[in-house]
């Protein structure tokens, strides 16, 4: 039996988050964590993601996955 999310794809947008955001200095905020994101060459699914992020700071990789689930 396997374990795939029927949804199709939200576990690789995390993946693909945590990849983009690797190296990060927590606390960062929103600006820095798009710029980082497109440094590391985010897919679009991302970028548009955490292009809704709301404009504070974030303390730590769990904070921006929690922000990125609550918006899709």
């Given at each position: 039996?396997?374990?795939?999310?029927?949804?199709?794809?939200?576990?690789?947008?995390?993946i693909?988050?945590q990849?983009?955001?690797?190296?990060?200095?927590?606390?960062?905020?929103?600006?820095?964590?798009?710029?980082?994101?497109?440094?590391?060459?985010?897919?679009?699914?991302?970028m548009?993601?955490?292009?809704?992020?709301p404009?504070?700071?974030?303390?730590?990789?769990?904070?921006?996955?929690?922000?990125?689930?609550?918006?899709?």
């Open positions: 039996m396997t374990t795939q999310n029927a949804g199709g794809g939200s576990n690789s947008v995390f693909e988050l990849k983009a955001l690797k190296g990060i200095d927590y606390p960062a905020n929103r600006q820095t964590i798009i710029e980082t994101a497109r440094k590391h060459n985010a897919g679009d699914a991302v548009s993601a955490l292009e809704k992020l404009d504070q700071d974030f303390q730590t990789p769990a904070e921006v996955s929690k922000a990125v689930g609550a918006e899709g």
